[in-house]
C-alpha cells in the first residue's frame, strides 16, 4: 500500500472525524403545533395576533462544547413533507442582536396565522392542510456547517385543527380579519358552509382555533342567511390553547 494512499485515507477520516464532531453540536429538541389565537408577539406593538403553525426549538451546543448563536453565521430551519419544502425560518440580524449570547433557541413557522417574528424571517409556501413529516436543521457555524433532522409522526386529532382551518378560511374573502368584519366569498353556500362546520367540530377541545372557527361559521351562516340570524354551530370550543402555546424567540 503506497503512503500517499494512507495518507489520503488518513485526511478523510480526520475530515469525517471533524464534520462529525460539528454535527454533534446541533441537536433539534422540539417540534410541536402552535394554536394561539391572542399571541402576544413583539411586531403586534402590544397587540396580539393568531398563530396557527409549528414551534422548532434547536440546542446548538449539544454536546457542552461552550458553542452560542453568535458563535455562527446562519441558522435555517425548514419543515417537509416527505422532500416538498413546506415552510421555513432564518434567524435574522435583529435575532442575533437580541439572543447572540445563548445556546439554544426556538421559533415558530406560522401556517395560518397573522404571526410575523422579530428573530426569524418565516415562511410558508404549502397549503394549511400540509402536514410536515420532517424538520432539518442546518446552522453555519464559524469553522463548519452542522445539519440536524427530526422525524415528525403528528396523529389525525392533532393535525385536525388544520384541515378545519383551511375548509373556514375558504368561506371568507378576508379570514384573517375580526369576526365581525369577515365578508363571504362569492358562491359560498349552506353545503360548503356545513362542510366546514363538520371539520370545526371533529377538532378535539382545548384548541384556542376551534373557539375562534365556531365564531366564524356563525358568521358564515348569518351573512348567507342574513333574516334568520344566523344560527349557531353544534359544538362550542374551549378557549384554552390546543397543542402548544407560542414560546419562540419572537
Do not use: C
Not at 384554552?240 to 402555546?245: A, F
Amino acid at each position: 500500500m503506497s503512503s500517499s494512499s494512507t495518507a489520503t485515507r488518513n485526511a478523510l477520516r480526520a475530515a469525517l472525524n471533524a464534520q462529525a464532531a460539528i454535527n454533534a453540536r446541533l441537536a433539534i429538541t422540539s417540534v410541536s403545533i402552535a394554536d394561539n389565537t391572542a399571541y402576544a408577539s413583539t411586531a403586534a406593538d402590544g397587540g396580539t395576533v393568531r398563530v396557527l403553525g409549528y414551534g422548532v426549538g434547536i440546542n446548538l451546543d449539544a454536546n457542552n462544547s461552550g458553542k452560542k448563536i453568535s458563535d455562527t453565521i446562519s441558522i435555517v430551519i425548514e419543515l417537509y413533507e416527505g422532500e416538498k419544502l413546506l415552510g421555513q425560518q432564518i434567524f435574522n440580524e435583529a435575532g442575533y442582536e437580541k439572543h447572540g449570547d445563548k445556546s439554544s433557541t426556538s421559533g415558530t413557522i406560522d401556517a395560518g396565522g397573522q404571526y410575523v417574528a422579530t428573530s426569524w424571517d418565516n415562511s410558508w409556501s404549502a397549503a394549511i392542510s400540509d402536514i410536515p413529516t420532517k424538520a432539518v436543521a442546518t446552522v453555519q457555524y464559524t469553522d463548519g456547517i452542522a445539519t440536524a433532522e427530526m422525524a415528525l409522526n403528528f396523529t389525525d386529532d392533532q393535525t385536525k385543527i388544520f384541515l378545519a382551518a383551511e375548509a373556514v378560511y375558504a368561506l371568507f374573502m378576508n379570514p384573517l380579519a375580526d369576526v365581525e368584519d369577515l365578508t363571504l366569498k362569492e358562491g359560498v353556500n349552506k353545503e360548503t358552509i356545513e362542510a366546514a362546520q363538520t371539520k370545526v367540530n371533529a377538532v378535539g377541545e382545548g384548541s384556542s382555533h376551534k373557539t375562534l372557527f365556531v365564531e366564524m361559521i356563525a358568521k358564515a351562516n348569518s351573512l348567507l342567511n342574513p333574516d334568520q340570524g344566523g344560527g349557531t354551530s353544534d359544538e362550542t370550543g374551549s378557549g384554552n390553547n390546543g397543542e402548544d402555546t407560542t414560546s419562540s424567540e419572537d
